[in-house]
């Protein structure tokens, strides 16, 4: 059964209490909305059926909505090859659903934002002891390039227990040759997502009104100090909350992004991970 949409800390506390504990990707987004870290509206389905089609057509008419971005993630907590963070229109929905289901997958559907207007996006890692490190990409790349490893980090900083930006034990920019590299990465990998040639993606994205990847081949701009504060502030929030919300202590990892939104940017947390869940730890 769905539950109700998760918008804020009441609603996404009654959906977590109602949520089979292999399901960690889904719990990792309801954690940061019961936190009260900024994050993306949206739906869980478990289990898919006419009610949860229902209730997420429901969702995004509210919302004057004609598509949603699905993530799933297996049903049994085990690992996955299969890749989400695709945008469904309403039509699609149900033959959406139930392909996820086919191959054994849960799902959960958020309010859709495009990975081409992530203007920097991060990964937060609290520690067990404390120390916290921070990764780091740019401008037109967006958070799954470092959530899946698919690209190197163009900025790097680790903090000792008790330290709080800008007061970092080290810190790490990537080098010019380095970045173009990466730059290439990402080109190469947008292209492949949107079926053309790598020397027509960012001018693509620009006329679509995402610009942001045609600006990144000038280079790095470091991440500015302020977005980083706001974001470890985050971080810290949710390592506070975990227990009251009955989820694991740390290590646990805050994906976040700033999206263009306008002339301004929005701060949206993706998920909270636990690394055993997810990587492989040395």
């Known amino acids: 059964m769905p539950s109700p949409p998760a918008h804020d800390r009441d609603s996404a506390l009654f959906a977590l209490r109602g949520l089979p504990a292999s399901l960690w990707k889904t719990r990792g987004w309801l954690a940061l909305l019961a936190a009260g870290i900024p994050s993306v509206a949206g739906v869980a389905t478990p289990d898919w059926d006419v009610g949860a089609a229902r209730a997420v057509a429901a969702f995004a008419r509210a919302r004057g909505l004609d598509a949603v971005l699905l993530r799933s993630e297996p049903r049994d907590g085990g690992p996955t090859s299969v890749r989400g963070g695709f945008l469904v229109p309403l039509d699609d929905l149900d033959a959406a659903g139930r392909r996820a289901a086919d191959a054994g997958h849960s799902t959960f559907w958020l309010e859709p934002l495009s990975p081409y207007d992530d203007v920097y996006s ?12 921070w990764e780091v990409v740019g401008p037109g790349f967006d958070a799954s390039d470092i959530k ?14 008790g330290d709080v930006p800008p007061h ?7 080098a010019p040759d380095a970045y173009l590299a990466s730059y290439r990465q990402r080109v190469d990998k947008v292209a492949t997502r949107l079926r053309t040639s790598p020397g027509l ?26 977005m980083l504060v706001n974001a470890h502030q985050d971080l810290l929030i949710l390592v506070a909350s975990l227990d009251g919300l009955g989820l694991p202590p740390p290590p646990v990892v805050l994906s976040l992004s ?20 997810k990587y492989v730890l040395d």
């Open 258 to 277: 700033y999206v263009a939104e306008g002339e301004g940017r929005r701060r949206v947390g993706w998920d909270a991970v636990w690394p055993e869940n």
């Open 201 to 226: 993606v960012a001018q693509a994205l620009a006329e679509d009104g995402h610009p942001l990847l045609r600006g990144a081949a000038a280079g790095y701009a470091p991440l500015p100090s302020g």
């Open 122 to 133: 991060l990964n937060g890692a609290f520690w067990s002891d404390g120390t916290t490190d």
């Open 168 to 174: 970092h034990e080290t810190h790490w920019t990537v």
């Open 148 to 161: 899946r490893g698919d690209l190197d980090p163009h900025e790097r900083s680790t903090y000792l227990p």
